[in-house]
C-alpha cells in the first residue's frame, strides 16, 4: 500500500496489489472539511468489516448457511487530549436459517476478528448481535 499528501488534510491511499483507490479528510471537529472517510473513520469501519468477513469466512469453511451480514458502527472520540478514539459501537445483523447454537457459534467467530484483536484495550467496544 502506497500514500500521498493531497492537501493539508487528505490524502489518496492505493492497495497496491489490486490498484483500488481510498480517499480520506480529516472530520470538521479536526480542521477537515468531512467529505469523505477520515482515518479514524476507517479504523472503526474496519473492525465492523473484519468481523462481519470473518463471520462470513467461518460460515463458509463450517457449512453453516447465511444470506448476509449488514452492520452499523458509531465511533467515538475523547473529549480531551489527547485525542484519539475512546469507544466502538457496533450493531450487526446476521442473517441465517441455522439453529441457536451454530448462531452463537457464528457470533463467536465474528467477535475474534484480526482488527478487533489489534486495537488497544483503552479502546472500548461494545457490540450488539442480532438475527436479521
Same mark, same amino acid.
Given at each position: 500500500?502506497?500514500?500521498?499528501?493531497? /492537501? !493539508?488534510?487528505?490524502?489518496?491511499?492505493? @492497495?497496491?496489489?489490486?490498484?483500488?483507490?481510498?480517499?480520506?479528510?480529516? !472530520?470538521?471537529?479536526?480542521?477537515?472539511?468531512?467529505?469523505?472517510?477520515?482515518?479514524?473513520?476507517?479504523?472503526?469501519? /474496519?473492525?465492523?468489516?473484519?468481523?462481519?468477513?470473518?463471520?462470513? #469466512?467461518?460460515?463458509?469453511?463450517?457449512?453453516?448457511?447465511?444470506?448476509?451480514?449488514?452492520?452499523?458502527?458509531?465511533? @467515538?472520540?475523547?473529549?480531551?487530549? !489527547?485525542?484519539?478514539?475512546? *469507544?466502538?459501537?457496533?450493531?450487526?445483523?446476521?442473517? /441465517?436459517?441455522?439453529?441457536?447454537?451454530?448462531?452463537?457459534? #457464528?457470533?463467536?467467530?465474528?467477535?475474534?476478528? !484480526?482488527? *478487533?484483536? /489489534? #486495537? @488497544?484495550?483503552?479502546?472500548?467496544?461494545?457490540?450488539?448481535?442480532?438475527?436479521?
Amino acid at each position: 500500500m502506497t500514500g500521498t499528501l493531497t /492537501s !493539508p488534510t487528505s490524502t489518496e491511499l492505493r @492497495h497496491g496489489p489490486s490498484g483500488a483507490l481510498l480517499e480520506t479528510t480529516a !472530520p470538521k471537529d479536526n480542521g477537515g472539511d468531512g467529505s469523505r472517510f477520515s482515518p479514524t473513520d476507517l479504523c472503526a469501519a /474496519s473492525l465492523a468489516s473484519c468481523a462481519a468477513t470473518t463471520l462470513s #469466512l467461518y460460515a463458509t469453511r463450517s457449512g453453516i448457511p447465511l444470506t448476509g451480514i449488514t452492520f452499523q458502527i458509531e465511533k @467515538h472520540m475523547t473529549a480531551e487530549p !489527547p485525542r484519539r478514539i475512546a *469507544k466502538l459501537v457496533a450493531r450487526f445483523r446476521v442473517s /441465517s436459517p441455522c439453529g441457536d447454537e451454530d448462531f452463537k457459534k #457464528l457470533v463467536n467467530a465474528g467477535k475474534t476478528c !484480526p482488527v *478487533k484483536r /489489534s #486495537l @488497544h484495550p483503552d479502546v472500548l467496544i461494545e457490540e450488539v448481535w442480532e438475527r436479521g
